[in-house]
C-alpha cells in the first residue's frame, strides 16, 4: 500500500487528468483493441475486457491474434513471410466472438482501424532481454508500417510463474518468483524506453499484486497460464483501465458467481498496478468480509488459504497427523489404538467396514474443534474393499486396463459408501526381485505397464470429480524406488544410481501424476544413502519443482521415526525436522510431527512457510473431496453396499483374464467329457489364502473353493473327487497313500499348490520362493501314479517351480484370485474360459538367476557370460501365456520409415486366429535401440492392447507412436531427448526399422 501522502496526492490528481481526458481516438466512439500474443494475450483480453468496458457504456472492438507460447522471433518471423500460423479472434460490438484460423498478421492489421495494438514477449523468455534485442525493432516498424495513423503501440506486461511451477523455462529464474518478476519488469521498461511505446499494460504487476492478498499463489491454472475466473479477471482489469483510464475500482462486472470479496481483490489489484507499474503493492490488509472456506462457490485455492490464515500454531500441526480409528486388522501396522483422539486431528486411519464409527469420530472434529475442519479417513484398499479381485500381480497379467479401471472404481464406491475417503493405492514400484513379498501388490517389472495400470488406477478410484459420493483420492506408492530392496529384503538399503532412478523408477510416478493422482506415500528405503522420507531431491527437486505436483505426500507407516533406524537422524525430533523439510507433508504414526513441531518452528529449523505448504497440501485434499460440504458418510446396509451384481461381475471376469496358461503338453487341456477327475492339494479347499495379501474385507464366506468350482463346473459329465493330502507346509504325508491310490483311479489329477495368503506382501521377504517340501513331496506322489497331471499354482510372486512343471502336462498360474478364483479355473479346465493371460513378470528358472527380468541392457560378450551349471534363460519370460487358439501376426506397416523429433504416427499390425476358438490376445509393441550414446535396454515395452478376435478373423492393432516420447530416452537429470539414428520396433516376431533424423 501507498504510505507517502504527498505521493498518493499526485496520483489522485493524475487518475482525476487521465479519467477526464478522452480515451475514444475512433469518430465512432468505438475502441479498437489488437494484441498480437500467446496464450497470455488470450487469457488477459479475451475474456472479460469487452464486458468490463460496456459496463461503463463503452463500445470495443477486440481482437486477439494467437499462437501458444509465441516468441517476438516467431512473430517477425511470420511478418516476413506473411505466413498464416495464427488463430485470429475477434469480439464485435455486440460481444459475439468470431474466430478465423490461419491468419496472417498482415491481414490482421488491416482489418480493422485499431486505436490499440499491443506487442509482447512469449512467457519463459520475458524477463531476458536478449530475446527481445534482435527482433523487436523490425517488428515494431513492421506494425507501424501497416497500423492506423494514431494508433498506440503499447506493450503487454507478462507475469511471473507460481512458486511451484513447473514451466521448464522456470529454472533460468533460479525457480524463484520474485526474481522472474523482476525481470519481466526490467525488460518491460528497456522495451518500452528504447523502442518509444505508448504505454504499458501491466497485467504482470496485477498478478503479483493479487498474490500478496488471502488470494496467496494461485493466480495460475497451471503454473503460468492464468487462472480461468479470477486470473483472468485481474488481468482484464488491468487493461480496462489502463486503456479507459477509469479507475475499474467499483465497476459493475465481474464474471458470473465470482464472490465480492474476489471481485474487490482483482480490482484493487489492478487499480494498484495502473498506478506503479513496475513495483508490487502489498495488498496483505485486505481481509475478506465473509468466512471464504465455508463457501463452496468459491475455488478450492482461496478456501484454503482463507482456512489457513485462521489457525493456530497447534491447529497446523494437528493436521499433518494421521492416527488409526477402530480394530487394526493389518499385522505390519500394529501399534497401540488411539484411545483419546484430538478434535483436531487431520486424518485417521479407519478399520470398520461401516461409517457409523467414522460418522461419530467426525461430527467430534466438526462441532468439538474451533474451525469445524474435517478429518480425511484413509484405508489400504489394494485390490478391492469387500468385493475382492485378483492381486495387483495377477491383475497385470489380465493387460486389460479397462477391466482394472472398472475394479478400481468398484472399490471406490464400496469404500466411500463404508466412511473411507481415502486409499493407499496404487502401488507402483518397478519390481523385479520375487524374493521380495510386495511384488504381489506391484504390477511387475516393467515400468510403461506400471505406469499404464497406475494411471488407470488413479482414474478409477478418483473418477471425474473427487467430491462426487463414490470416489475416492489414490495414494501413488512407494515414493520411490522400493522395489530395487537388496536381495528382495523389506524396508532396507537401496542402490540406484541417477539414470535407473529417471529411466526405470520415476516415470511410472511421473505419468501418474500426470493423470492427477491427489495424494503419493514415501517409501522405506534409503535410496544410495538418502532415505526416501528425508529425500529432497526426489520429494521437492522433482516431484515438487520439476513435475508441479501440488497434491499431498504421506510417508509410509512409521517412516519418519524409521529415519532414526537408517542412521539419517539422531532421535525422533530431528527426524521429524528432516522429513517435513525434505518434503512429507503427513506424518502416519510415527508421532514425530505432533511431539516436536511446534518446537522446531519455536527454534526455527522449520519454517512457517514450510509448515504452511503441508497444511495446505492436507486441506487441498480434504476440498477436493467435498469433506467441507459433505463431512458424513450417509448409513446404508452392507448389501446396498458390497458385491453388487455389476461389481461380482467385474471380479470374476478379471479373475479369468489374469490367469496364465504355462504349459500344455498334448493340449490336455481343455478336459475332455466323461473323465474321472482327482483335485487334490492344499489350495483345493482353501478360502482364505486365495484372497492373497492386503485382502481388505473381504469375507471367507464369500470365496469359492476350487474343488467344489470344479465339481460344479463339470456336473455329470465327469466323475470329481477331492482329498487334500497335505496342509501347504509341514511334514504329514499320511494321505500320500490314498493319494497313490485315487490317483491311479483317475484320468486326470488336478493338482493345486502353492504359497499361503501370508506368504507374500510386506514383510514377508523369503530367500527360498521355491515349494514347501512337501507340496513337492504331494507332487512327486501323484506323478508316480497318475495319467496325467495338471498343476494349478496359486501365490503372490513368481515362484521356482521348474522341476513341477517337467512333472505336469498342463500349469495353470491363477495367482491368489479373490473370491471367485474357483470358477475362473473350472472354466479354463472345462474349455469354457479361453485362457488370455500373459506374465508381467518373469519366472526364474533357479534361485541363482535372481534378478532377472527383460528389460536388461546388452552384455560386452554377447556371447559368453552365461552360468556354466545351467540355462542363463527364464523359465518363463515377461509376457508369455497360452491361449486354447493361435494367433498369426502379419505385417506390420507405416506411411514412412524416416522421421523426426515431435513426429506422430501409426504403425499398424493385423493379427489372425489361425484356431478353433475365439480368444483374446495381447499385442505387446516393444522399441530397441541398436545404439545411444547412453545405452538403452534390449527391449523396452512402450504399448500394449488386449482385443477379443474371433476366430478365423483378422484384427488390426494400432500403435499410435510418439518419436519424442517412444524413441527418446531421459538422462540422469530427467531431460529427455531424441538422437539421430536407426530404431526398431519389435512386435510379435516381426520387425520394423526406423531412421530418426
Known amino acids: 500500500m501507498i504510505h507517502n501522502p504527498m505521493i498518493r496526492i499526485k496520483q489522485l490528481l493524475l487518475i482525476v487528468i487521465l479519467t477526464l481526458a478522452t480515451s475514444v481516438s475512433a469518430k465512432d466512439g468505438i475502441v479498437r483493441i489488437l494484441a498480437i500474443g500467446n496464450s497470455f494475450s488470450e487469457d488477459a483480453v479475451e475474456q472479460n475486457l469487452h464486458e468490463l468496458a460496456a459496463s461503463d457504456g463503452h463500445q470495443t472492438i477486440i481482437a486477439n491474434l494467437y499462437i501458444g507460447g509465441c516468441s517476438l522471433e516467431r512473430h517477425l518471423n511470420n511478418a516476413r513471410n506473411n505466413t498464416p500460423d495464427y488463430r485470429y479472434r475477434k469480439i464485435g460490438t455486440d460481444g459475439i466472438r468470431k474466430q478465423s484460423d490461419h491468419m496472417t498478421l498482415q491481414h490482421a492489421l488491416t482489418d480493422e482501424k485499431w486505436d490499440y495494438i499491443s506487442l509482447q514477449q512469449a512467457s519463459g523468455l520475458s524477463g531476458r532481454y536478449e530475446t527481445y534485442a534482435p527482433y523487436f525493432p523490425e517488428l515494431l516498424t513492421y506494425v507501424k508500417s501497416l497500423a492506423p495513423k494514431g494508433c498506440k503501440i503499447i506493450w503487454h506486461q507478462t507475469w511471473a510463474y507460481s512458486i511451484d511451477s ?65 486470473g483472468r479477471y485481474t488481468a482484464a482489469c488491468t487493461w480496462y483501465e489502463a486503456i479507459f483510464h477509469k479507475n475499474v475500482v467499483g465497476n459493475r462486472f465481474a464474471p458470473q458467481g465470482m464472490h465480492p470479496d474476489i471481485v474487490n481483490v482483482c480490482q484493487q489489484a489492478a487499480h494498484a498496478a495502473v498506478l506503479k507499474p513496475f513495483e508490487v503493492t502489498i495488498l496483505s490488509n485486505m481481509k475478506p468480509n465473509d468466512v471464504l472456506y465455508k463457501n ?58 461401516d461409517p457409523e464409527l467414522r460418522n461419530r469420530m467426525q461430527r467430534h472434529a466438526m462441532n468439538d474443534s474451533r474451525l469445524g475442519i474435517p478429518i480425511l479417513f484413509g484405508y489400504d484398499c489394494i485390490h478391492g474393499f469387500r468385493t475382492i479381485f485378483p492381486i495387483p500381480l495377477a491383475q497385470a497379467c489380465s493387460w486389460n486396463v479397462p477391466l ?19 486409499t493407499f493405492s ?75 532412478l529417471w529411466d526405470t523408477y520415476l516415470p511410472p510416478f511421473e505419468k501418474c501424476v500426470q493423470a492427477g493422482a491427489a495424494t503419493l506415500m514415501s517409501s522405506f528405503n534409503n535410496i544410495s544413502g538418502i532415505p526416501s522420507s528425508a529425500n529432497h531431491y526426489t520429494l521437492t527437486e522433482v516431484l515438487r519443482k520439476k513435475w508441479g505436483f501440488r497434491g499431498l505426500m504421506v510417508s509410509d507407516w512409521g517412516a519418519v521415526e524409521q529415519l532414526v533406524h537408517q542412521n539419517m537422524a539422531r532421535d525422533l525430533k530431528e527426524a521429524g525436522q528432516l522429513a517435513l523439510n525434505a518434503g512429507v507433508d503427513m506424518d502416519m504414526m510415527s508421532h514425530a510431527y505432533d511431539t ?22 492436507t486441506l487441498r485434499v480434504k476440498f477436493q473431496l467435498g469433506l467441507f460440504e459433505h463431512p458424513y458418510t450417509p448409513v446404508s446396509k452392507p448389501e446396498n453396499r458390497f458385491l453388487r451384481p455389476q461389481s461380482v461381475a467385474a471380479a470374476r471376469q478379471m479373475a479369468a483374464e489374469s490367469m496364465v496358461l504355462l ?119 501323484v506323478k508316480a501314479s497318475a495319467k496325467q497331471l495338471v498343476l494349478v499354482l496359486a501365490n503372490g510372486r513368481p515362484m521356482i517351480i521348474t522341476d513341477e512343471v517337467a ?52 552384455s560386452a560378450r554377447p556371447h559368453q557370460g552365461f552360468y556354466k551349471d545351467q540355462t542363463s534363460e527364464p523359465l518363463y519370460p515377461f509376457g508369455y501365456g497360452l491361449s486354447y487358439t493361435t494367433f498369426a501376426y502379419g505385417e506390420p506397416h507405416t506411411n514412412s520409415h524416416e522421421v523426426k523429433a515431435g513426429d506422430k504416427f501409426d504403425v499398424i499390425i493385423p493379427v489372425t486366429n489361425t484356431g478353433q476358438r475365439d480368444g483374446l490376445e495381447t499385442v505387446f509393441w516393444y522399441v530397441s535401440d541398436p545404439y545411444g550414446k547412453i545405452t538403452r535396454p534390449a527391449q523396452e515395452l512402450k504399448h500394449f492392447e488386449k482385443k477379443l478376435i474371433k476366430k478365423g478373423e483378422t484384427v488390426d492393432f494400432v500403435f499410435h507412436v510418439n518419436v519424442n516420447r517412444d524413441f527418446g530416452y531421459v538422462d540422469s537429470e530427467g531431460k529427455r531427448f531424441v538422437e539421430p539414428g536407426d530404431i526398431m520396433i519389435l512386435v510379435g516376431d516381426k520387425k520394423l526399422k526406423f531412421t530418426i533424423k
Open 807 to 858: 512333472m505336469a502336462d498342463a500349469v495353470i498360474e491363477m495367482w491368489q484370485p479373490g473370491l471367485y478364483g474357483g470358477s475362473a479355473v473350472a472354466g479354463i479346465l472345462s474349455g469354457r474360459i479361453n485362457p488370455s493371460g500373459r506374465l508381467a513378470m518373469t519366472f526364474p528358472y533357479s534361485q541363482g538367476q535372481i534378478p532377472i527380468y527383460y528389460g536388461r541392457r546388452h
Open 663 to 781: 504349459k500344455n503338453e498334448h493340449q490336455v487341456l481343455p478336459l475332455k467329457q466323461g473323465l474321472k477327475i482327482l483335485v487334490t492339494g492344499p489350495v483345493a479347499d482353501a478360502t482364505h489364502d486365495l484372497l492373497g495379501c492386503w485382502w481388505g474385507h473381504g469375507e471367507d464366506g464369500d470365496i469359492e473353493k476350487l474343488n467344489e468350482s470344479i465339481q460344479k463346473e463339470f456336473g455329470s459329465q465327469a466323475e470329481v473327487r477331492y482329498i487334500k493330502g497335505c496342509d501347504f507346509d509341514g511334514t504329514d504325508e499320511r494321505q500320500f497313500k490314498q493319494v497313490e491310490k485315487l490317483s491311479r483311479w483317475a484320468d486326470i489329477v488336478i493338482t493345486c499348490v502353492g504359497e499361503k495368503g501370508s506368504w507374500s506382501g510386506e514383510n514377508n521377504s523369503h530367500a527360498d520362493i521355491a515349494l514347501p517340501t512337501i507340496q513337492r513331496h504331494l507332487i512327486q506322489c
Open 596 to 617: 516436536y513441531l511446534e518446537t522446531l518452528v519455536d527454534e526455527g529449523k522449520i519454517s512457517t512457510s514450510t509448515l504452511d505448504e503441508a497444511v495446505r497440501r
Open 404 to 422: 482394472f479401471e472398472k475394479g478400481c472404481r468398484v472399490a471406490a464406491q464400496e469404500c466411500r459408501m463404508s466412511g473411507v475417503d481415502w
Open 296 to 353: 463452496p462457490s468459491i475455488p478450492i485455492d482461496i478456501r484454503v488459504n482463507d482456512l489457513l490464515s485462521r489457525m493456530t500454531l497447534k491447529e497446523k500441526i494437528m493436521q499433518i497427523n494421521q492416527y488409526t480409528l477402530g480394530t487394526n486388522n493389518i499385522e505390519n501396522n500394529k501399534g497401540v489404538e488411539v484411545k483419546q483422539i484430538p478434535a483436531e486431528i487431520g486424518s485417521l486411519i479407519y478399520f470398520p467396514t
Open 426 to 500: 496404487p502401488m507402483i514400484d518397478v519390481s523385479r526381485d520375487p524374493r521380495w513379498g510386495r511384488v504381489a501388490e506391484s504390477f511387475g517389472e516393467d515400468p510403461y505397464a506400471n505406469a499404464t495400470f497406475g494411471s488407470a488406477a488413479v482414474r478409477g478410484y478418483q473418477g471425474r470429480n473427487m467430491s462426487d459420493s463414490l470416489s475416492i483420492a489414490a495414494c501413488l506408492k512407494h515414493y520411490v524406488g522400493y522395489g530395487a530392496s537388496e536381495a528382495g529384503r523389506d524396508y532396507v538399503y537401496t542402490e540406484i544410481s541417477r539414470q535407473s
Open 166 to 230: 513447473s514451466h521448464g523455462a522456470f529454472k533460468d529464474y533460479g525457480h524463484q518468483q520474485m526474481r522472474m518478476y523482476q525481470a519481466i519488469m526490467d525488460c518491460s521498461q528497456r522495451a518500452i524506453k528504447e523502442n518509444g511505446l505508448y504505454m504499458v499494460i501491466p497485467s504482470g504487476t496485477a498478478i503479483q499484486n493479487a498474490r500478496t492478498t488471502f488470494l496467496g499463489d494461485n493466480m495460475n491454472r497451471d503454473g503460468y497460464h492464468l487462472n480461468l475466473s479470477y
